[in-house]
């Protein structure tokens, strides 16, 4: 078990569905991350979150969308989603807003788009 | 442009042997660097830190570090067969930026 917690752990849904992926950590981390990993590749940045501010956004579809209402969660908004949507959605956490600090991870989200 | 290469394996050794893994990176500017383990369909996984030149240990794990040369390794002794997995180097990029390698498949053999 991992002290992120992501839910929920498998989501199907189709191209019209608005849904919502959740991340929450109780570790007193200040940044927290969402990652995407395709089959077979390296984790991908999308977002960062650093003292609850949006600092870094990957040039990501506006069909995502990222919130971070308190210092212990973080969401992840999807609407009209795409297939090539279809991956693992990892958030993690780190102490500082530093690169120099380890990010631990979540078990992601598995999200497949019908 | 950002990179971090790794072979892509599979890397195969025999139960008790010694596992070497390889990462170099592109920006001299990097200055810390990580190893994550990935089983498969799992989430990665921590298993070492590492910021200055050198050898760091931690348990059955060594990871080396070589600014100069621009790599960083990972060695896993007396492996075992729940080694068998993916491990990710991982590269800071800029203040708050994690760049990944595409990761090398570990095959531990009973």
């Known amino acids: 078990d991992t002290e992120v917690t992501q839910t929920p752990k498998h989501l199907v849904m189709g191209m019209t569905n608005k849904k919502s992926l959740k991340c929450e950590q109780h570790?007193?981390?200040?940044?927290m991350y969402w990652y995407k990993q395709k089959a077979k590749k390296p984790p991908e940045l999308m977002f960062v979150y650093s003292y609850e501010k949006l600092s870094i956004n990957e040039s990501v579809p506006s069909r995502f969308s990222p919130e971070c209402p308190n210092s212990s969660l973080l969401n992840l908004h999807l609407h009209a989603l795409q297939p090539e949507d279809s991956a693992l959605y990892l958030c993690?956490?780190?102490?500082?807003?530093?690169?120099?600090?380890?990010?631990?991870f979540g078990d992601g989200t598995r999200l497949s788009i019908l | 442009q950002k990179e971090v290469e790794q072979n892509s394996g599979p890397l195969s050794v025999p139960e008790g042997a010694i596992a070497s893994l390889n990462c170099t990176y592109s920006?001299?500017?990097?200055?810390?660097f990580f190893w994550y383990r990935q089983y498969s369909g799992k989430s990665p996984e921590l298993i070492m830190s590492i910021y200055s030149n050198g050898d760091k240990e931690d348990g059955r794990f060594t990871a080396q570090l070589n600014k100069a040369s621009q790599y960083v390794s990972l060695l896993i002794r007396d492996s075992q067969p729940s080694d068998s997995a993916t491990y990710l180097c991982?590269?800071?990029?800029?203040?708050?930026?994690?760049?990944f390698g595409t990761g090398t498949r570990l095959l531990v053999s009973p």
């Open positions: 993690a956490s780190s102490q500082g807003q530093g690169a120099g600090q380890p990010q631990h």
């Open positions: 991982a590269v800071n990029w800029g203040f708050q930026k994690l760049v």
């Open positions: 570790m007193g981390h200040r940044a």
């Open positions: 920006d001299r500017g990097s200055q810390s």
